[in-house]
């Protein structure tokens, strides 16, 4: 059964967090998923759940970030990838992505994953992202008190640039649109440390 909706609910959430764990575990590593995203109501509907005897098989969610290009957030359990699954999803969600105007497809994939059969198929590296994740509770102190750690401003965006550049290897070209919109988008904070 597919499912399409504008917001994930708890529930769902749960379950995509179990499929991206069980994707982890397969994989080594797992996709950005934006779940900050996920959870807010979207102007379209585009969040699309994969479900067998109602356990969540296969997931897809689209984000408009950039001006041509749509970001894919795609996945499927392990022990029922290549069964056309992907393809499904895909199919439903063509018609959104030619609507909004993206000339550009961005799917994320974990490390080193399928990376000659990707190629083959006409696809290109742009880039690889990170993720920190802080697991213990314990609060840090800061007893170095020159560190100084506060909000970002307008007025940072270039140097913001500056750092993202440095740290990409691709830089983009719409680097400080993309940083002026982090900065009011109310589900963002940028920080800077000085």
């Known amino acids: 059964m597919l499912t399409r909706n504008h917001q994930l609910s708890e529930q769902q959430l749960i379950e995509l967090d179990l499929l991206c764990s069980e994707c982890k575990s397969s994989d080594g590593n797992t996709i950005a998923i934006h779940k900050h995203l996920l959870s807010q109501e979207r102007p379209r509907l585009c969040n699309m759940l994969y479900y067998r005897q109602k356990q969540l098989i296969g997931f897809l969610s689209t984000f408009f970030f950039y001006e041509d290009a749509c970001e894919i957030a795609i996945m499927v359990k392990p022990g029922f990838r ?36 990707l190629l083959a198929k006409g696809f290109r590296f742009l880039h690889c992202e990170y993720q920190m994740c802080r697991k213990d509770k314990e609060s840090i102190e800061v007893t170095n008190k020159s560190l100084v750690v506060r909000l970002a401003a307008a007025g940072d965006v270039p140097i913001l640039c500056t750092i993202d550049n440095a740290c990409f290897s691709t830089p ?15 589900n963002y904070k940028l920080l800077i440390a000085e």
Not at 93 to 111: A, Q, V, W, Y
Not at 172 to 186: E, G, M
């Open 82 to 117: 290549r069964q056309g699954i992907t393809t499904l999803m895909m199919n439903e969600i063509l018609p959104l992505i030619r609507t909004e105007g993206s000339k550009n497809l961005i799917f994320s994939t974990p490390h080193d994953a399928n990376n000659d059969w």
């Open 172 to 186: 983009q070209s719409d680097t400080p649109t993309h940083f002026q919109n982090l900065l009011y988008d109310p």
